[in-house]
């Protein structure tokens, strides 16, 4: 007997659905909510999301994120993360679209700029956000100018061109994807190039390795395109068994002590992540510029750069320029300037025996404990960040470096100031002879790999270090 008072339908004549249209009747009727469920989904949403607009009167490097970490970009814009895990994104008057929730937003611009950050709910409406990170130091007021030299040819031109004016990036050299690339934009600025900003396709070209051939390359040089390497070394470097077993076989800089000997190369990459061979290389008598750069592209453009000192207006040529006249510095934020008697990196002065000179080294910029001074035999002096100077009395050839230190790190390097001496350049003796056990280890390591022509250019590279211990 039942005890509640509804009453019961019986339907006798009607057999009972069976299973599967039960379960059909039901699929039915959840269709059939959806879109007034998903409608719904949508208001709620859109009631939570707000819209915030970035402005800082130049274009910046944004990050957006919430308190779980989560980034928010403006719409259609890739997402991108730099090395400390933070999203970003280039431009200035920026619109984005973000959940009702405490955000944390910040504007930067490259290493010249401090950055600036706040927190904040957004409201109803728009919520304007003005934040304008400050100037550390302005290198092109001084004539410096700073490049990424490596950048690949892999992003759309409109994401290239918002990165490097939102990084205040000098110069870029883009590595062209295609041949068609290549033949379109070889020798002409992109069209977003300005007055203080200008990219190239193929400004610098990266040596792969022997294989790319000699005669390639003295082509390309006499083209105006500056060579060099997009890596240099992994681990340390300190003997030249560990240098052989530290190189990337894809961007091969064990092959500068060949390339540097003969004349083929400009640069060495990268001064910082592989000082002492470079020091090495400069040591035994080869003239190259220090540079920055890595083929490992995280974080945003330019978060390595190589400064050149250009004589009057930048262009790409003025640019190439003094990069192969050795007027550089390479770093990773700091500005660092050397000067011996008034004349900077990539300077010569022909001293007679006994000249004393006086050596002085700045630098501006984070993450700097300490400055050094250094020559072929070592340190000269040593500070904390601001300036260091020394007197410095010159006996035989030599050469002079400023090198900036923070957190065990190298930070920046510039290129030597050259001392010889009655017209005779440094060949220290234990730089040579480095330089020659490398080139024996490279050999014995390319023999059965190369031609026999190429072994015939690590032998004429051997020539030329011989010759300087004589």
Known sequence: MRDDPTPLIEAPTTPAPSTKARATQQTAQQTAQRPTERATERAAQQTAQ???????????????????????????????????????????????????????????????????????????????????????????????????????????????????????????????????????WSGRDLPWSDETHVARV????????????YDNVRKLRERGALISYANAFRGPVETPEQLIGAGDPHYDARLSVVDAALGLVDSFCSAIGSDRAYRRLIGAGNRVAAVAG??????????????????????????????????????????????IEGQGPGATLDLAPGTRVRVIGRVIGPLVENVRLLTADGELAAGPPGEVAAELTVIWPTYVVAVAEGGGQVRAHTSPVYLDVKGRRVAREEDVTFCLRWLELLEELLRDRVSADYLAVVEEARRVYQSRLA
């Open 50 to 184: 707000r819209t915030i607009r970035l402005r800082a009167g130049f274009p910046c490097r944004w990050s957006v994120w919430s308190a779980d970490g989560k980034g928010w970009f403006p719409r259609d814009t890739p997402p991108a993360r730099d090395l400390d895990g933070l999203p970003y994104f280039h431009g200035d008057d920026l619109v984005l679209d973000v959940p009702r929730e405490p955000l944390t937003v910040r504007a930067a611009r490259g290493m010249e700029y401090d950055w600036a950050e706040t927190k904040l709910l957004p409201g109803d409406g728009e919520t304007l956000v003005e934040l304008a990170p400050r100037r550390i130091y302005d290198a092109a007021a001084r004539g410096w100018y700073g490049a990424d030299l490596h950048v690949p040819l892999t992003r759309p031109s409109q994401w290239v061109a918002d990165s490097q004016h939102g990084e205040d990036l000098h110069v870029v050299n883009l590595l062209p994807g295609d041949q068609d690339a290549m033949e379109r």
């Open 202 to 213: 193929d400004l610098a070209h990266h040596a792969l390795g022997p294989e790319e051939g």
């Open 294 to 339: 890595t083929a490992q592209r995280l974080g945003p453009i330019g978060r390595e750069r190589t400064y050149a000192h250009v004589a009057g207006r930048l262009t790409a040529e003025s640019y190439a320029d003094a990069v192969r006249c050795g007027r550089t510095f390479a770093t990773t934020g700091p500005f660092l300037e050397l000067s």
